[in-house]
């Protein structure tokens, strides 16, 4: 079974651009979680999508947003970019199931977004 | 207080010996426990989930957890070079999944 997938791997961008991410879950899995990782603040939650319908929500601003297509891929896309946006987002993928429980979680390889 | 806690480490053994990582958190509601580990410009890839109180075993790995005293470890028997990488501690309250700022261990030849 293929793993969760990733694009692009690197992305290099300017402040003030906005972006957009894109992951795709094990074939099977509802649920797709998105992570910022950082040296200083570890790996913090975005949000999560679930039969696209964003089901949870992590403490970042609004310029961070996302969504879920049919085939439960998800796109994360952030606007405005400043420079501490410059991170690892990883994106998860994992069953679904209840709303307050979360099932195991498989990790994509991550991209790596740099802010000029 | 940071809702998931570990110790950053380094945390060094030698190989062969025990690795004893620790996690500890805040809200009583956490219903699910999860341990990664995470190499060095890798994502982090699940190794052990543990849901309720004691041990669970799974090859050279144990998870432990206690619930009253809100602590879950992980045990790493015959520590082997290839186990050096950073550990993270995720935990489930309601709605969301936290994690820790990772222990990172370092096993010596």
């Known amino acids: 079974k293929a793993g969760v997938t990733q694009t692009p791997r690197y992305l290099i961008k300017t402040r003030g651009q906005q972006v957009t991410l894109s992951c795709s879950p094990i074939?099977?899995?509802?649920?797709v979680s998105w992570y910022q990782q950082t040296p200083g603040q570890g790996l913090q939650f975005l949000f999560e999508?679930?039969?696209?319908?964003?089901?949870n929500k992590g403490n970042f601003p609004g310029r961070f947003s996302g969504r879920q297509f049919s085939n439960s891929r998800s796109e994360m896309n952030v606007s405005t970019l400043e420079l501490g946006d410059s991170a690892l987002y990883l994106c998860a993928s994992s069953l679904g199931g209840s709303l307050s429980s979360y099932n195991e979680q498989f990790f994509g390889p991550g991209t790596r977004l740099t802010v000029l | 207080q940071k809702e998931v806690e570990q110790n950053s480490g380094p945390l060094s053994v030698p190989e062969g010996a025990i690795a004893s990582l620790n996690c500890t958190y805040s809200d009583r509601g956490s219903q699910s426990f999860f341990w990664y580990r995470q190499y060095s410009g890798k994502s982090p890839e699940l190794i052990m989930f543990?849901?309720?109180?004691g041990d669970k075993e799974d090859g050279r790995f144990t998870a432990q957890l206690n619930k009253a005293s809100q602590y879950v470890s992980l045990l790493i028997r015959d520590s082997q070079p290839s186990d050096s990488a950073t550990y993270l501690c995720?935990?489930?309250?309601?709605?969301?999944?936290?994690f820790g700022q990772g222990t990172e261990l370092s096993v010596k030849p």
């Open positions: 543990i849901y309720s109180n």
């Open positions: 999508y679930f039969s696209e319908t964003q089901r």
């Open positions: 995720a935990v489930n309250p309601p709605g969301k999944l936290i």
């Open positions: 074939s099977g899995h509802r649920s």
